[in-house]
């Protein structure tokens, strides 16, 4: 392969479709956000010598070769384990009170008579929705929170460092918000930490299904001086004298040994109930007053996936820029995979809006990362793998291959 064709990320050069959904073979797993490093090699999506992706075979295998019912008395035996008998609580829920979050919480604490405490990693810039939505997990939802919000001033600096050394504006928050769970509960001596659903369900190794319990790789580690941030260390933020090792406080993730100590669990409650993400919302409307967006959010047809952050878009773009999938194929796939749409459909749709730039929040974004719209352009640019996009003669960008 030519230069010019090359691969970045260590994604595979030839690009394909699932014959099922629409994913790519160019979709990267879940990783270790704390580790990212610029020009970081990706795992990615497996497929099978048919040319499914391993997220269909896994929802294949969901439907016919899961005991649901099992799995729901298995959550019963569970929670039996950390109900609380006090009043005091007994399961830690993190999330923004989107439809995840907010079907997650509800259902553990007026079906399966759970205590929770909900905990949320505050987004950088809500959404007026996001805001509404927050406020109603709690007052129509019936749930208590702490919102947690760390040092606006270094969150902003880490997010524009993750923007322009990583293409990955998101990766700060994702930090925050795998660790704000474990971490609230070693705070307030809870036992158990409820996630919604396993992302390995979307594309990382098929057998990471089959474990119940987050890997605490995301959430703890030995030696938070060298954990990163947009690619630059806790250590060398420091070393500027911008900034104490205090300012890092909310970031500084449990060692392993001090939560396993304390007994804390953290686990998917998507290996017990069977996830529909559309359901979610479904339940989430009747029993959280869970609102949708009035039109469709940019670069997909969806009114309710993601829209509590203004950063949201810009994630979806990098993703679209960086491994060619936009944010219409996540929310496209998963519903093909749920039958909630034909693969025919999917195929439209992504073509028709997975590409679409996300102009709304688009001033706010760049005064967040204090970039101008040039800067933000060529940093763009600079991070387009060669293998799946092709210049034009008018200087814009297409990519080279698309979902058929």
């Not at 928050?173 to 158990?192: D, T, W, Y």
């Not at 004298?241 to 392993?256: E, M, S, V």
Request: aromatic share 14%.
């Amino acid at each position: 392969m030519s230069k010019k064709e090359e691969a970045f990320y260590g994604l595979p050069e030839e690009v394909k479709f699932c014959k099922k959904c629409v994913i790519s073979n160019q979709r990267p797993s879940s990783t270790v956000e704390f580790k990212n490093e610029k020009g970081e090699k990706k795992e990615v999506i497996n497929f099978s010598e048919d040319g499914i992706c391993s997220a269909c075979i896994f929802h294949e295998e969901k439907e016919t070769n899961i005991d649901w019912k099992l799995r729901d008395e298995n959550l019963k035996k569970l929670l039996s384990r950390f109900k609380s008998k006090d009043g005091s609580y007994d399961v830690i829920v993190p999330g923004s009170g989107g439809k995840d979050s907010a079907y997650t919480a509800h259902v553990l604490k007026y079906h399966y008579g759970m205590n929770p405490l909900t905990v949320t990693w505050a987004p950088h810039l809500y959404t007026d929705i996001g805001m509404k939505n927050f406020q109603n997990w709690m007052h129509t939802g019936g749930l208590d929170n702490i919102l947690y919000t760390p040092n606006g001033k270094l969150h902003r600096e880490m997010t524009r460092n993750a923007f322009h050394n990583l293409l990955h504006p998101f990766q700060p928050f994702i930090v925050g918000q795998r660790i704000i769970g474990p971490a609230m509960a070693k705070k307030f001596g809870v036992k158990l930490v409820m996630y919604g659903e396993n992302q390995a369900e979307y594309g990382n190794a098929i057998e990471e299904n089959s474990n119940p319990i987050m890997n605490m790789d995301f959430f703890s580690s030995e030696n938070p001086l060298k954990m990163k941030f947009g690619g630059v260390s806790m250590e060398d933020y420091i070393k500027t004298n911008r900034y104490t090792i205090d300012d890092f406080a909310p970031y500084i993730l449990p060692q392993r040994e001090e939560l396993i100590d304390a007994g804390i669990e953290v686990h998917y409650l998507g290996y017990y109930l069977k996830w529909d993400p559309q359901e979610c919302y479904y339940y989430a409307v009747d029993n959280t007053g869970f609102e949708s967006n009035p039109t469709r959010t940019e670069g997909t047809y969806s009114k309710y996936s993601s829209i509590d952050d203004k950063i949201d878009p810009f994630h979806y773009l990098t993703t679209l820029i960086k491994f060619g999938i936009g944010r219409c194929t996540y929310d496209a796939a998963q519903e093909v995979r749920n039958q909630k749409m034909t693969r025919e459909e999917a195929v439209y749709l992504v073509n028709k809006y997975d590409s679409e730039f996300p102009s709304k929040y688009f001033k706010e974004f760049l005064e967040y990362i204090d970039t101008s719209e040039e800067e933000f352009h060529k940093i763009i640019d600079e991070h387009r793998s060669p293998h799946l996009w092709k210049k034009n003669n008018d200087n814009s960008w297409t990519l080279k291959h698309t979902v058929k």
